[in-house]
């Protein structure tokens, strides 16, 4: 409460309500007959200030008593209020109008602007329409109008970007006056297979209209030209657009459009052959050179370089020659590269779950397969290694044990069945890789191989073991409950108690020195443990 | 004159720009409209709160006065009826018959009656036995006529001795409080809430008529419940 406020006045009225008394302010003959009967809280305005009246009657004689307490007197002198409130209330009012002000600067200006630039941008007959539209309905329809004409653009781009590589090549082909090794086309031709880079120097299209290949001898002149240039920039070290993953390898990729050129496909393996050795010659590089099947248009590109890149992996393995076709390779493998596949999926699942036999199985499905086909045994040997390459792949965790030498001994194989010799042995070294390692990481053999060391030792303990093994013991006792599904301290006595078993088969010695043995610290605790278990004392047992 | 339609104002309201600007100063502004609310709830709110305070503690105010106050007046009531029931008044007013008795122990009446003054928070206590018409003050007794005389020039007194004799005549066995300034004799003019009382006929009988007069000062009153001189209490 609040004290008593020493502007307060008493006054003493008589019974008609007219002051006779007053002490603290001059309120002498004050008539408040009008204010006297009121119950609610009054107010009485005297002499042009207002006051709060209160008042009470007096239990013994006719006369009421009055506080009046003057209303401002009592605002100045708790000004404090006051003028929180007051400079509350114009710092909210100044604050909101700055922050105001501040809001539409920083979001309308830059609206506003962006408008007036549409407008100058567009201005004259036919320009940005703005009357009756928000600003913002002016940019949405602008940005909509762009997005149209962007997405006109882009097809126009895609257009022109496919008519400039058919100009391209056309020229190639023609005039011989440019090579695919320029970046624009390298990018716009570029493959990536799983990280390996294959480099196209030279790509045929057949083009019905332009009708390209009129003459057998442009195409002879655009290879010679393609590999010429190909040899300045490398004699200027440019090796950079050459370079796979492998520094020491160049990968040429090479497609042909049309097999009526004859004459050119008989000519350019000697023509890469050459180029092999003059890289080997002067460059140190190992230059490969794959040769695809024809295709008929650059959309069909795609498909040929999955070929390649299988011709390319079989180069790799076989390492008989720089210069392969892809053609040499029979139709059948190239449809059983999806078989591959198959089978890479399906070993890949036996080995995962560690099923030998199956994955074992597998792998003469697959050798009886490859015997049906009737391949020459280099195209077998080709469908095993891209086998083993799919599972290297896929499985690259458990296939990490193969080492070279493995992979080695499929190229040195003569025969099939040599072949799948080797192979089977690749398959059980995984599977058994497999299982080590999973033997390996299990946490609760290795727990159960310490308490089964340690189980007399009366000490035994969580920690101890945790300690041992240089796990912590929480972790511990947390991958033992859910491998094994039985807690820690319930597996010691379990074990215990079955050595303690053991023994009372075999000698008769009491129960303290077996349970010391047994590691029990007095007979009480093991025939407690005893009971759990087994559900009957030891003596029981014993009998 | 241009008459009012719908569609004028519809085709206006279209061809005009619709700026967002207008929508966001609106927006901003009613944001702004929150803390000003929430300012003038807390003004008003404070405002209710003080005038409860202010009648809170004017309430204990005129309870600490009332209870003072009060107390005095009940004092004066006991205090004129001990006078009334006091062994020696009733004595003098019951035996004596004559002005003459009543001079004669007028002395043992002033004595008492000052005493009872002296004791008590009355400034003045003034008897009037109207039948001898002669009074009794703590310092003296007379007739009227002559104390009116001594009032006249001693206190620059402007009733006439007819107006005063009639103000200080009461009907028998009534006792009323009066805000007087003429019912006493030594503080004769002192604004005085006076506690006037006739002497009650079952306790007199036949004896004389009576009137006791005793004055309790206003400002005295008043100063008793002074808000400064009680402070604050403690609690509500």
């Known amino acids: ?543 | 004159m241009i008459k009012f339609s719908p569609g004028r104002l519809f085709k206006i309201s279209r061809t005009r720009q619709r700026s967002v600007l207008r929508k966001w100063a609106l927006s901003y502004l009613l944001i702004l409209i929150i803390p000003i609310v929430c300012f003038v709830i807390v003004y008003f709110s404070t405002s209710q709160v003080i005038m409860r305070e202010i009648i809170s503690s004017n309430s204990v105010v005129l309870k600490t006065a009332q209870n003072t106050l009060d107390n005095r007046l009940h004092s004066a009531e006991q205090m004129a009826t001990a006078i009334m029931i006091d062994e020696r008044f009733r004595d003098v007013m019951l035996k004596t018959n004559s002005s003459q008795d009543i001079i004669e122990k007028q002395g043992e009446l002033i004595s008492l009656i000052y005493n009872y003054r002296t004791t008590s928070y009355a400034i003045d206590i003034f008897i009037y036995i109207h039948d001898i018409d002669y009074g009794l003050s703590t310092t003296t007794a007379n007739r009227i006529s002559l104390l009116h005389e001594a009032l006249v020039h001693y206190k620059d007194s402007v009733i006439d001795l007819d107006s005063w004799r009639e103000s200080l005549l009461m009907p028998t066995g009534t006792a009323r409080y009066t805000v007087s300034n003429l019912h006493a004799y030594d503080e004769f003019g002192k604004a005085a809430i006076v506690y006037e009382k006739s002497l009650m006929p079952s306790l007199f009988g036949s004896c004389n008529s009576v009137s006791l007069f005793i004055a309790l000062p206003i400002m005295d009153i008043a100063r008793a419940a002074d808000p400064s001189r009680h402070g604050a209490p403690a609690s509500r």
């Not at chain 1, 230059?287 to 890149?309: E, F, Q, T």
Request: with cysteine; proline share 3%; net charge negative.
């Open chain 1, 1 to 543: 409460m609040l004290p008593i406020h020493p502007g307060t006045a008493l006054l003493l009225l008589d019974e008609k309500g007219q002051v006779f008394g007053s002490f603290g302010g001059d309120f002498i003959g004050l008539d408040l007959a009008a204010q006297i009967d009121t119950e609610t809280i009054t107010t009485y305005e005297h002499q042009g200030e207002a006051y709060v009246c209160t008042f009470m009657r007096s239990e013994v004689g006719p006369y009421t008593y009055a506080a009046l307490t003057p209303r401002n007197l009592f605002w100045k002198q708790n000004y404090t209020i006051m003028a929180i409130t007051v400079v509350g209330f114009m710092s909210a009012a100044v604050v909101g109008l700055i922050m105001t002000f501040l809001l539409l600067q920083h979001n309308y200006t830059p609206l506003k602007k962006t408008v007036q630039m549409l407008e100058e941008k567009k201005a004259g007959p036919g320009g940005l329409v703005t009357r009756g539209k928000s600003e913002y309905d002016v940019i949405r329809d602008h940005m909509l109008e762009l997005y149209t004409r962007t997405d006109d653009m882009m097809n126009d781009f895609t257009r022109q970007r496919r008519h400039l590589v058919d100009r391209y090549l056309h020229d190639l082909l023609r005039n011989g006056n440019r090579h695919l090794a320029d970046e624009d086309i390298l990018e716009s031709l570029h493959i990536d297979f799983g990280g390996m880079l294959l480099v196209p120097i030279a790509v045929f299209i057949t083009n019905p209209r332009d009708n390209l290949l009129a003459t057998k001898g442009s195409a002879k002149i655009s290879s010679a030209f393609v590999i010429e240039n190909v040899l300045n920039d490398l004699l200027e070290n440019q090796y950079d657009p050459y370079k796979t993953e492998d520094d020491y390898t160049v990968t040429f990729l090479y497609a042909l459009s049309e097999k009526e050129h004859a004459a050119f496909d008989t000519s350019i393996d000697a023509v890469l052959g050459r180029l092999c050795d003059f890289f080997r010659d002067h460059f140190n590089l190992i230059l490969r050179c794959v040769v695809s099947d024809p295709v008929d248009h650059i959309d069909k590109l795609p498909g040929a370089y999955h070929d390649m890149n299988a011709a390319y992996v079989y180069q790799i393995a076989s390492s008989e020659q720089s210069v392969l076709r892809v053609s040499q390779l029979s139709e059948k493998r190239i449809a059983g590269a999806m078989v591959v596949n198959d089978y890479a999926h399906l070993l890949v699942e036996a080995i995962a779950i560690r099923a030998t036999a199956d994955a074992l199985k597998i792998v003469d499905e697959f050798f009886v397969e490859l015997g049906q086909a009737d391949d020459m045994f280099r195209v077998q040997r080709f469908n095993v290694f891209a086998l083993t390459s799919a599972l290297l792949n896929m499985r690259c965790d458990q296939a990490c044990g193969l080492n070279t030498a493995m992979i080695d001994a499929l190229l040195d194989d003569q025969n099939l069945a040599a072949l799948k010799e080797t192979f089977v042995r690749m398959i059980l070294f995984m599977c058994q890789t497999e299982d080590e390692i999973r033997q390996e990481d299990s946490l609760s053999d290795k727990v159960k191989q310490a308490v089964n060391r340690q189980y007399a030792d009366v000490n035994l303990s969580l920690t101890q073991i945790a300690r041992e093994i240089k796990l912590s013991p929480k972790y511990v006792s947390k991958l033992f409950k859910i491998e094994t599904g039985q807690g820690l301290l319930d597996y010691i006595n379990a074990v215990r108690i079955q050595k303690a078993k053991e023994r009372m088969l075999h000698h008769e010695e009491p129960i303290q020195k077996l349970a010391e043995a047994v590691g029990y610290s007095n007979a009480k605790t093991f025939r407690r443990a005893f009971r759990k278990i087994e559900g009957i004392n030891p003596g029981q047992f014993r009998g």
